[in-house]
């Protein structure tokens, strides 16, 4: 699963871009995923329609908290306040602008 397309990625540094849309991945692959921009340089993740949890999105911003990579970050919308807020609050290094899916019917 998750884990192992992430532990691919900190081995080879030449992967940028992390794209796991609509992957059914829980607050449990949140966690491999925060471990992945702790220990990559990956420039852009895309990760809307999945089911990290309130819990899987705040594991994910304490690992964006020293992260000066990532410039490109797409996730659901009712997590984006999560992020936002340690945006606002300074915590996270690099300010990316996070974007959300556009409304459709899914």
Known sequence: GIE????????????????????????IGAKSIANLIQNSKLEAIYLQYNEIENE????ICSALENDESIKIFYINE???????NSIT???IANPIPI?????STR
């Open 56 to 59: 899987g999105a705040s594991l």
């Open 78 to 84: 009712k997590y984006e306040s999560i992020l936002a």
């Open 4 to 27: 192992h397309i992430c532990e691919a990625i900190i081995s080879n540094p030449s992967i940028k871009t992390l794209n796991v849309e609509d992957c059914k991945i829980t607050s």
């Open 89 to 91: 609050e300074g915590r």
């Open 99 to 103: 974007r959300t899916p556009e409304k």
